[in-house]
């Protein structure tokens, strides 16, 4: 717990939104150190912000809510840098926007490597089917269907099963990423830039 965290003052009322920020910070901060949802206690985590922990309980109904809402934050980030990237594209060309998407989820993940080990190195205590539909990573996957289905109307025909395909460029742009990031060779950013038109390559034909 950082010395500052043991004096934070009591929130004055009507700073809720203060206090629920100041709980995502700490949230993530000790996620960093203990890398799990079942390592994290509820009661670190108020200390860690400086409050009693019930407090918690005013704005998240149990870790696992606490936890997505932490991670949301950084999945939004994310899905707002490939909306904007695929704003900028051809409009008239869906294949260019979801070229745009998947470069855009590259360099993201190359421009804040921390944040982007913590969505995914993150271990998550497993939920049932109705409640993992509400996790923060639809973002990504919702993008990419609705990317896909513009693909489809302009006469594109995805290979393989069209349900999986998200999925299959999620995996794919991911695991791109995670070798690039480690492995020791020159780091250059263009390389994922190739890898994206390889996919797009082998899951798109007209």
Same mark, same amino acid.
């Given at each position: 717990? @950082?010395?500052? !965290? ?14 629920? +920020?100041?709980?995502? /910070? !700490? *949230? ?9 949802? #079942?390592?994290? @206690?509820?009661?670190?985590? &108020? ?13 998240? !109904? #149990? ?5 997505? =809402? *932490? ?9 707002? %840098?490939? *909306?904007? &990237?695929?704003?900028?594209?051809? =409009? ?11 470069? %855009?989820?590259?360099?993201? &993940? ?12 993150? /271990? ?9 539909? $509400?996790?923060? &990573? ?8 609705? =990317?896909?289905? +513009?693909?489809?109307?302009? $006469? ?8 999986? +395909?998200? $999925? ?19 780091? #250059? +950013? ?17």
């Amino acid at each position: 717990m @950082s010395e500052s !965290a043991a004096v934070r003052p009591r929130n004055p009322r009507g700073q809720g939104e203060r206090l629920r +920020a100041d709980l995502l /910070r !700490a *949230t993530e901060r000790l996620l960093e150190e203990v890398g799990s949802e #079942d390592a994290l @206690s509820l009661r670190a985590v &108020a200390r860690e912000a400086g409050v009693a922990a019930p407090s918690i309980y005013r704005h998240f !109904a #149990d870790k696992t809510e606490l936890v997505w =809402a *932490t991670l949301e934050v950084s999945f939004e980030r994310l899905a707002q %840098a490939m *909306t904007q &990237a695929a704003a900028r594209a051809d =409009a008239d060309d869906p294949v260019e926007r979801l070229r745009a998407q998947l470069r %855009a989820y590259c360099r993201y &993940a190359v421009a804040h490597p921390a944040t982007y080990r913590l969505l995914y190195e993150t /271990r998550q205590t497993p939920v049932g089917p109705e409640r993992l539909s $509400g996790h923060p &990573a639809r973002l990504l996957v919702h993008s990419w269907s609705d =990317a896909l289905a +513009a693909c489809e109307a302009a $006469g594109w025909r995805v290979r393989g099963t069209r349900t999986e +395909a998200p $999925g299959m460029l999620w995996s794919s742009v991911h695991g791109r990423v995670m070798l690039w990031q480690v492995m020791p060779s020159r780091k #250059d +950013a263009s390389r994922l830039d190739r890898f994206v038109d390889e996919i797009l390559f082998l899951l798109l034909e007209r």
